[in-house]
C-alpha cells in the first residue's frame, strides 16, 4: 500500500507565501492541515479555496509549543508528517525523491532530513553558508519539537534518520525592512537563551542538527563582539559567500555581522543594568 502523508503548515498573516507552499505540496499530500493563530489577512481563506484544512489555536508563546498542539490534537492520519513554514516550499527534485523512495524505507527508519536552500532578495544563495539539513519528515507518532523559544530541531523518539538529497527552499517575499524587525525579535529571544546558559541535550537530534547545536556551543564561548566579525569573514570569505554577489554581502553582513552583534550588545546592556 502507498505510504500516505499529512502536512502541517503554521500560520500568522501568511497570505504572501501560503498559496505557493500548499501548491507544490499538494501533488503528494494526503491532507494539509493550517493551524493558524489569529490572521487578519486572507492567509486562512486562500488555503481553505486550495482544499487545506484549517484550524485555528491561539499563540501558546513560541513555535515549538504551537507544532506540538499540532501534533498532539489534529486528527492526522497519514503514515507520515512534514513540516513547513509557509515561506518555504518543496523543490521539484524533492517532491520527486520522496515519491520515488518513501514507500521504500525500512521500518526502522523513522525520520528523514532534507537539505535547506535560502532565497534572499531574490536570489537562491549557493555559497556563504554551511550545509543545513532539518528532519522534516516523520512517522506519525515518531517525534517531538524540542520546546525552546527559538532554534528549535525535531527530535525522533525511535528509529534512525536518513537523509534525502532534495532540497526545499526558505523563500521569504518580505523586503529587508520586515527581514531587520524580525530579527530584532530573534536577538532578544538568543539573549535570555544565551544568558540562561543551559544545558541542552542532543538526543534524537540528526547528525546535522547535532553538530549545529555544537557548533553554536562553541561560538557562544567566544569572546563577544570579535566573535560577530569572525563569523562573518568565515561566511563570506572562507565559505565563499562574495560568489553571490550583493545578496551574498547583505545576506553575510546583515545575518552574520549586524545580527551576532546585536545579540552581544543586548547582553552586554543588560550585564550592565544588572
Given at each position: 500500500m502507498k505510504s500516505?502523508?499529512?502536512?502541517?503548515?503554521?500560520?500568522?498573516?501568511?497570505?504572501?507565501?501560503?498559496?505557493?507552499?500548499?501548491?507544490?505540496?499538494?501533488?503528494?499530500?494526503?491532507?494539509?492541515?493550517?493551524?493558524?493563530?489569529?490572521?487578519?489577512?486572507?492567509?486562512?481563506?486562500?488555503?481553505?479555496?486550495?482544499?487545506?484544512?484549517?484550524v485555528e489555536h491561539p499563540w501558546p508563546g513560541c513555535q515549538a509549543k504551537q507544532l506540538n498542539w499540532a501534533l498532539d490534537n489534529l486528527p492526522l492520519t497519514g503514515d507520515w508528517v512534514l513540516r513547513l513554514d509557509a515561506d518555504e516550499y518543496l523543490t521539484e527534485a524533492l517532491i520527486a525523491e520522496i515519491q520515488a523512495k518513501l514507500e521504500g524505507l525500512s521500518e526502522t527508519v523513522t525520520g528523514v532530513t532534507f537539505r535547506l536552500v535560502r532565497v534572499f532578495l531574490g536570489r537562491r544563495l549557493r555559497f556563504?553558508?554551511?550545509?543545513?539539513?532539518?528532519?522534516?519528515?516523520?512517522?506519525?507518532?515518531?517525534?517531538?519539537?524540542?520546546?525552546?523559544?527559538?532554534?528549535?530541531?525535531?527530535?525522533?523518539?525511535?528509529?534512525?534518520?536518513?537523509?534525502?538529497?532534495?532540497?526545499?527552499?526558505?523563500?521569504n517575499l518580505h523586503g529587508l525592512l520586515w527581514w531587520s524587525q524580525k530579527h530584532l525579535g530573534y536577538a532578544e529571544r538568543e539573549v535570555n537563551i544565551l544568558a540562561a546558559d543551559a544545558n541542552e541535550t542532543e538526543e534524537g537530534f540528526s547528525s546535522n542538527?547535532?553538530?549545529?547545536?555544537?557548533?553554536?556551543?562553541?561560538?557562544?564561548?567566544?569572546?563577544?563582539?570579535?566573535?560577530?566579525?569572525?563569523?562573518?569573514?568565515?561566511?563570506y570569505f572562507l565559505r565563499l559567500g562574495f560568489l553571490d554577489g550583493v545578496p551574498g554581502f547583505l545576506w553575510a553582513f546583515l545575518q552574520a555581522f549586524w545580527y551576532r552583534t546585536l545579540v552581544d550588545a543586548l547582553l552586554y546592556e543588560r550585564e550592565r543594568n544588572q
Open positions: 500516505t502523508l499529512s502536512v502541517i503548515i503554521l500560520t500568522r498573516d501568511e497570505q504572501l507565501h501560503i498559496r505557493r507552499c500548499i501548491e507544490r505540496v499538494r501533488p503528494i499530500a494526503t491532507e494539509i492541515f493550517v493551524v493558524d493563530c489569529g490572521s487578519v489577512d486572507d492567509t486562512q481563506s486562500i488555503a481553505r479555496s486550495l482544499g487545506a484544512t484549517v556563504g553558508n554551511p550545509v543545513i539539513r532539518l528532519l522534516r519528515l516523520w512517522r506519525r507518532g515518531q517525534a517531538r519539537c524540542e520546546v525552546r523559544p527559538m532554534d528549535e530541531h525535531m527530535c525522533i523518539l525511535t528509529g534512525t534518520i536518513v537523509d534525502f538529497s532534495g532540497a526545499f527552499l526558505d523563500h542538527a547535532a553538530a549545529k547545536r555544537r557548533m553554536k556551543a562553541r561560538y557562544a564561548r567566544l569572546p563577544r563582539f570579535w566573535r560577530a566579525f569572525a563569523y562573518f569573514c568565515y561566511r
